[in-house]
């Protein structure tokens, strides 16, 4: 198979940790006989630096005429500490979304056994959790009307959504949870707002559609809390962008960190494939981001845009392997991790790119 893939690195450590996926994805071409061409491309703080576009149109054509996107994160603290400044690196995130047709995020949420320690959530409550979250990406505030009025004294931002945008996500989640455990929970806040009620209704009927899963609506602060107490209680959930961009957040701590948890942003036409954790400039650098999330999301771009679901799963494989040989990096150590085992980013790749090596390498069936 010969594919091409765009890599965006982004901002911080955006770029520290795509050449890991990168890393990974080549030594998967090499192992399993495909070809893939990889091309970069500008977005974000860098972007604006040097263009003064967040999404440069040349960045879009080359993203337009690709088979997948590989990215990194945007964000800078010059704008995180500047509210009046015009042109912003998430700009470019957003429009990229929009521009690509990229309306489903798709995050799973599955704790490997090895680091139930790590997170500050007992064992018994984490042991089996395995959540696929569907947030809506091209709606709600921040796509709704904004500005400012009475002198500047007043903002706003519109929470919008449309029957069409909810029902093609919503199909998403339902076709999802037929492969599954046929179990769809809906997270909005219809008792408040009228934006969810038309979500809730929209998701009810399409839910008639598929009468072998079963559905629940739960308000969004049920499923905060829930998602603690008892996150083995979901399977699918449906959400809409704001709900789904602070739940994921909220779930990274059931996967131990930010720096485990893949995501891929989806449209009709082509994916992109990115960790949920931001830029983390405060740690760019210093050689000690964790990569897996990136690693993790190269595997979900060969199932998802390419069908290769053996090769996904290998990487998954070389993950869950190296994990238990005791590696880790800072952010996923404990107290029981020996120092010899704690690895940085650019290693950490190395080790993971062996496994894959090693894996197929002993695997006759393939």
């Known amino acids: 198979m010969k594919k091409k893939i765009t890599i965006l690195p982004g901002d911080g450590i955006g770029k520290e940790v795509t050449a890991c996926g990168k890393k990974v994805l080549e030594q998967i071409a090499e192992c399993f006989g495909h070809e893939f061409v990889f091309d970069y491309a500008v977005i974000g703080h860098d972007a604006i630096e040097s263009t003064g576009d967040p999404l440069p149109e ?15 994160a945007v964000g800078h603290p010059k704008y995180d500490n500047d509210p009046t400044l015009k042109v912003r690196p998430e700009q470019g995130l957003l429009k990229m979304r929009k521009e690509l047709g990229l309306y489903a995020n798709l995050r799973p949420i599955k704790l490997f056994d090895e680091l139930l320690e790590a997170s500050s959530i007992k064992p018994e409550i984490l042991r089996g959790a395995d959540i696929l979250f569907f947030r809506e990406l091209t709606g709600d505030v921040y796509f709704g009307e904004r500005g400012r009025k009475n002198n500047n004294e007043t903002a706003y931002d519109t929470m919008i959504y449309s029957k069409f945008e909810v029902e ?30 038309l979500w809730r209704a929209v998701v009810q009927e ?42 994921t957040d909220e779930a990274s701590q059931i996967a131990g960190s930010m720096g485990m948890l893949a995501s891929a942003s989806v449209g009709d036409k082509v994916g992109l494939y990115e960790p949920i954790h931001g830029s983390a400039h405060d740690i760019t650098g210093k050689g000690i981001a964790n990569p897996l999330a990136s690693i993790l999301s190269a595997a979900l771009l060969l199932d998802i845009s390419f069908g290769l679901k053996e090769e996904s799963e290998t990487v998954i494989k070389a993950v869950e392997k190296t994990l238990q040989e005791g590696y880790r990096t800072k952010d996923i150590a404990d ?32």
Do not use: C, W
Not at 216 to 239: C, G, W, Y
Not at 339 to 364: H, Y
């Open 206 to 247: 399409v839910a008639k559609e598929y009468p072998d899963v079963t559905v629940e609506h739960m308000f969004v602060d049920a499923a905060a809390m829930k998602l603690i107490q008892n996150p083995r209680s979901f399977d699918v959930v449906l959400t809409g962008n704001l709900f789904g961009d602070i739940l």
């Open 335 to 366: 107290s029981s991790t020996a120092l010899e085992k704690i690895l940085g980013t650019e290693v950490m790749g190395n080790v993971i790119s062996n496994q894959v090596r090693i894996i197929t390498s002993i695997d006759v069936n393939r």
């Open 168 to 197: 093609r996500i919503a199909h998403k989640a339902f076709k999802a949870a037929q492969t599954r455990k046929n179990k769809v929970t809906s997270v909005d806040k219809a008792n408040v707002l009228e934006s969810s009620r």
């Open 58 to 72: 040349e960045t879009l054509t080359k993203l337009k005429n690709t088979d997948a996107i590989l990215f990194g």
